[in-house]
């Protein structure tokens, strides 16, 4: 049954924003420089014909949505080419209703059908776009629906995600697990968030595989820039408390050692917790089972920082059905990469895995949906960084925010192009600077986000594609 507050998509814009990091970022197998952003905007319009405009921003993170021997260039202009076609794509599609409701049945009928033809017009490629990277290249388009929504009504985005705003509730989105008694009729995803999301929250800074941890390191071309070089220095300068732990995956040594060398660093600066990061690397349970077995056996207290284990095993679940109870039985296991939408998440509970990392840049309304069925199952959550900069740190800190986590959010944009957010930090400072462990989402007021666009004095480039009707 339509609502009075439903919408329709009456325009769209496109924009890139290139980044470049101040030292390399180690991802997996490659190493990080410099990220396209993604902005867009997209204008809805009402049955009573009011307008409003709302934005969204996403790093087009290459090396983490498409692992390949392709180069960076390939695959960094594909992803902004089938940009430029989900924009024309949204404005042609003629879904109504609330942003969920739009933002699952775009993801259900256009997007599958619009990254097949993609990949079939680019065989030259001699492999496909992988669906990762067609819902980040979609995730800006859904999130500027989001705000765009909560512009027009004059309300914060999460105040709408229920049964006020939303004609249909979760049982037309999810379906339970088999065996599990769990009834999603006349639940909204109001139900699952925090009634009183926290204004701060727990920061967790990442420890890449080229970051320097000690002295001895230095080799006198690290940047001068007034920002930390040295792992002890960026806990003393933040106040950290949590650790994330980039690990290689294919090499145990270096793994072992690299968690023993920053987990000795950080429990003597204050340090209380770690998470393992291997990024898709591992193809065995055995790899990680007997690093954490021998690090529970040898440095105990290290063992017991690790809150976590994040994605070590390809992020292709339906083809590596890896059965990961072994690891779960260890510590926490968490789905990244993976967690593609709710139903890789219910694959992924089946095969041991434990909890969820939740993303902005697998789409809002994907978020939102994965945590609501994550919840109802059981299964914990976290909110991990795509090294989010400007306008794409406010939805992902509103997400862990409001969704509740096992420990606040991963934010490291701030490690690695800390000057791209000047213009935001202007306006949001608490949240583009971690203090005492902490970042501060007070500034975030009004209706949407809580972007407060109009206040941030930042010059774009010309749009790649702009479409008003």
């Not at 970022?25 to 905007?41: D, I, M, P, S």
Request: charged share 25%; glycine share 8%.
């Amino acid at each position: 049954m339509r609502k009075d507050t439903d919408i329709r998509i009456a325009g769209a814009g496109l924009l890139f924003l290139p980044v470049r990091t101040r030292v390399p970022l180690k991802f997996g197998t490659e190493t990080v420089t410099g990220v396209t952003c993604a902005r867009t905007w997209i204008s809805v319009r009402d049955g009573k014909g009011r307008t409003a405009r709302g934005w969204g921003e996403t790093p087009l993170s290459v090396q983490w949505a498409w692992p390949s021997k392709l180069s960076f260039e390939a695959r960094d202009q594909a992803l902004k080419e089938f940009c430029v076609r989900l924009a024309e794509a949204w404005v042609e599609f003629d879904g109504a209703g609330h942003p969920i409701e739009i933002g699952f049945d775009f993801q259900e009928e256009i997007l599958p059908v619009l990254a097949a033809r993609f990949n079939q017009q680019h065989t030259k490629w001699g492999e496909s776009m992988p669906w990762l990277a067609a819902l980040i290249c979609c995730s800006p388009f859904d999130m500027a629906l989001h705000d765009a929504y909560g512009q027009l009504h004059q309300r914060p985005i999460y105040q709408t995600y229920n049964s006020e705003f939303m004609s249909r509730d979760l049982g037309d989105f999810l379906v339970r697990a088999e065996g599990v008694r769990v009834n999603f009729k006349n639940q909204y995803p109001e139900d699952f968030l925090l009634r009183e999301p926290p204004s701060q929250i727990r920061a967790w800074h990442l420890v890449g595989g080229l970051d320097l941890l000690e002295p001895s390191e230095l080799t006198g071309a690290e940047p001068q820039d007034g920002y930390p070089v040295l792992l002890p220095d960026w806990i003393e300068r933040d106040g950290l408390k949590c650790l994330k732990v980039k690990l290689r995956g294919n090499d145990a040594d270096w793994d072992y050692q690299r968690l023993i060398n920053v987990g000795t660093i950080g429990a003597a600066n204050g340090i209380e917790w770690l998470s393992a990061d291997f990024n898709c690397t591992v193809t065995e349970p055995a790899y990680v089972n007997s690093l954490l077995d021998k690090l529970r056996d040898e440095f105990p207290r290290i063992y017991g920082m690790i809150l976590y284990v994040e994605q070590p095993f390809p992020y292709e679940l339906e083809q590596h059905r890896i059965d990961a109870h072994s690891v779960a039985a260890r510590k926490p296991l968490f789905l990244d990469e993976s967690a593609h939408d709710w139903k890789h998440v219910r694959l992924g509970r089946e095969l041991g895995w434990s909890g969820v990392a939740l993303k902005t840049c697998k789409t809002q309304t994907g978020a939102l949906l994965s945590c609501c069925w994550a919840k109802a199952h059981g299964m914990a959550l976290m909110v991990q960084d795509l090294t989010n900069p400007m306008l794409a740190l406010i939805p992902h800190a509103l997400l862990a925010a409001h969704t509740g986590t096992i420990m606040g959010v991963e934010v490291n944009a701030m490690q690695f192009y800390p000057d791209a957010s000047n213009c935001e930090a202007k306006v949001h400072p608490g949240l583009y600077r971690r203090r005492k462990g902490q970042i501060d989402l007070s500034t975030l007021q009004g209706p949407g986000f809580g972007y407060r666009v109009n206040e941030i004095e930042r010059s774009l480039p010309a749009p790649a594609f702009e479409f008003e009707n």
